[in-house]
């Protein structure tokens, strides 16, 4: 017989197809189908790809869930109804095949007719009895996903919970039919399997079969909901009944907010972070929770009674245990708990302190498959980014052009003065900046550079002008720039460089636009990667507003939750105007009332606060085994790290101080070693700082300063020995004010004229962000107590009122060695506020030494047996 030939298959393939999902797959073009290798094309050779391509389509999943769930329910009913009806329809399924359909059917007594009757003898009186319930169920739940993209339960999870208590249930069954000699009237309880199966293990081991049931199902529970140990209670009647109690009051549709409410009721001090309002989180509290679980402790509660909080929990199987055989589980795996329990803090379940709890079932992919990425900008969903309007056009001040006369006169008199030096040149070429026009030069042969740099005197004084700055050579360029102040020159606004298309599509992490630069391009540059910046200049040359205008690109292109700025301000007026923006883009101390940081000792407590949070960053980033904060926070954001492990998104965090040599004047070391400190490690965390200052003084700008700062930016200064102080060369000192500066990045030295932005401008900014809906409260910097702080609370410290958790937090801090508060925090899930007190206690019991500023204490207890020594001289045993 004749083969088809190839052209005949091709044919074939082209013939219109019935595709049913031609809507969604994009129709190849015509032409490209009957030109290209048609082959590979063929959709019936790949069925796997097809049945993919069925499923991936959206209608295909929806007709598919409503089928399953229609189906579920009418399993449901059925064998509702057989176990009921189930005798008298025995019979009918029996002979269903050897009599007419119509006549079976219209016998059969169970509420789904003969079908009905036929699945519900198969399944409930073969098999799994009452067991057989749970196949309609695990079917409803997947019909449910389906139909609705989400979850009831997590499915996967359900269904073999549902499947382990099918087989149970029969099983059980089986063994009370069994025991009551009842198989004649109630074998459609347990169903084949949970009657043969008791059968024959009664002939093995007579009624123990019973412990055999029992046994599985405590497998089932170890296994299904990874419990560790039994703790058998030790508690007194009051002690239970304040843990039961505490873990119990729940509104059946608590949010997470509603729960952090009646949290902060109870103690308020507990609070560590405003709550974020991102809705994710809210409506899944298996999720984000930006807060960290704070551990029961079993204590005497007061009975607190709330009459809006209800006993409405399901209980869930550990639970019920642990109300009837007062033994308590303690629970490893979250996701054990149902979903609508989920809202419930994990140690909840637990009456003893757990602070071994580690979700470790934190199934990232079902996550993002279910709540797709996290995104920080829900907390605030309304929030609307600045608009270009709020900063003036100043469309007179636009250009201020050098003429051609003025070009050809500086371009003669350079020529001139260079030749009565004895200098030749092979060309002068001009080009027109904001605020200086560079000559640049091209020297005749033989002529020595230093030479002419050391004539920059005399060319001033033949341009007469100031400000001139000869760079020879040009870096890369093999001539000499020789920069003449233009006599008119640009503002350059602040408008203009933000509606720029360079600031506009910059993707950078913490992009800051500097100014325009000599050849007019508008220069933006990552503070994320500077890392850090330092400026200076003396006082009226546009140190304020090169601050402003760095704040001000910050607030245009970040959302308030990737961006927090400390400000620090000792001049107390330079930036009282962001206080505004408290409840958008500000941090500060939690016990302060000022955003905005004015107090010498409070700057030293708010860098040392840094300093911890410094810390606490690398922790997180090292459990999350990431080198910086923006792998850290991809990882984050694509719910790979668990809130509940303490993770959460982090922003970035800009320090601004203004005034460095007032704080140094007044607090010298105490202010000098947490910013070097910062400057060195803090660039991996997102945590960068931006150091102005008047004096460039070696007193001021010392070497451990400068060490760190390898980004300096100079606007004009008042001597050579300032400029070199600041930017490690003479120049600042020639600049001509007004926002002209020099910046000094990776060994390049740029001259920029900075854009201007005034102070309504600022202030409409600041309106039009902090009249917005914001957080609640400044974001919260870990709390800092100072010296005289720590020294004042020992003596208040009272050991017989020790906190619950003192034991543990001894233990932990001996085996580890390190008396640090955040260790208690992180291990112990605890916050910042009550890991401190515990601290505060340990030092009070000579199990730690003193504060050491960000330092972590000393341990005074060498091993665990000296340490449970002293824990039992503190109880007096
Ligand atoms: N980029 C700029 N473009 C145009 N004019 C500017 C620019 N920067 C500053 N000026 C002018 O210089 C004045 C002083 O600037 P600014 O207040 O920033 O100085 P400062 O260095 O902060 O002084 P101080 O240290 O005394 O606070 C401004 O009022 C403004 O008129």
Redesign the pocket.
Known sequence: MAQPTTSSRQNSVRQPQPDRNRQNTPRPNREAVSAGPLREKRPSLNWGASLDRWFSDQRSALTLGVLLMLLSIGLFIAFISYMTTGHADQSVVGSAFSEPLAESGTETRNWVGLVGAFVAHVFVFRWFGVGALALPMIMFLAGYKLTLGRELFPLSRATAGLLFLAVWASLLAGYIVLATDSAETASVWCGGLGYEFNVTLYSLFGWGNLAFIAFSLFLFVVYFFDVRNIKLPSLSAPDLAGSLRSKSPKRPDATLQSYEESEIEEDNEEEEEPVPVNTVPVATPNLFVEKEPEVVPVKPVEPVIDNNVQETVSASLPEVIAKTTGVTLTIKNRESVTDDSADAEPSELSATPAPTFEPDAFDENDLVATHGLYDSTLDLPQYQYPTNELLTDYQNNRKAQVSDDELTANKERIETTLRNFGIEIDSIQASIGPTVTLYEIVPAKGVRISKIKSLEDDIALSLSALGIRIIAPMPGMGTIGIEVPNKNRE??SMRSVITSDVFASSKFDLPVVLGKTISNEIYVADLAKMPHLLMA?A????????LNVLLTSLIYKKHPSQLKLVLVDPKKV?LTLFNKLERHFLAKLPDSEEPIITDTKKVVNTLNSLCIEMDNRYNLLKDAGCRNLKEYNAKFTKRRLNPEKGHRYLPYIVLIIDELADLMMTAGKEVEQPIARLAQLARAIGIHLVVAT?RPSVNVITGLIKANFPARLS?KVTSKIDSRTILDTGGAEQLV???DMLLSSNSDLIRL????VDTNEIEDLCDFVGNQRGYDDAYALPEFVGDEGGQGEEKDVDLDNRDPMFDEAARLIVIHQQGSTSLIQRKLKLGYNRAGRLIDQLEAARIVGPFEGSKARDVLVQDLQLLEETLKRLKGE
């Open positions: 503002m350059v200049g006082t009226g040359q546009g140190k304020s507003v090169g330079e008047q606007f004010g007004m926002g004229q900075c854009p201007f």
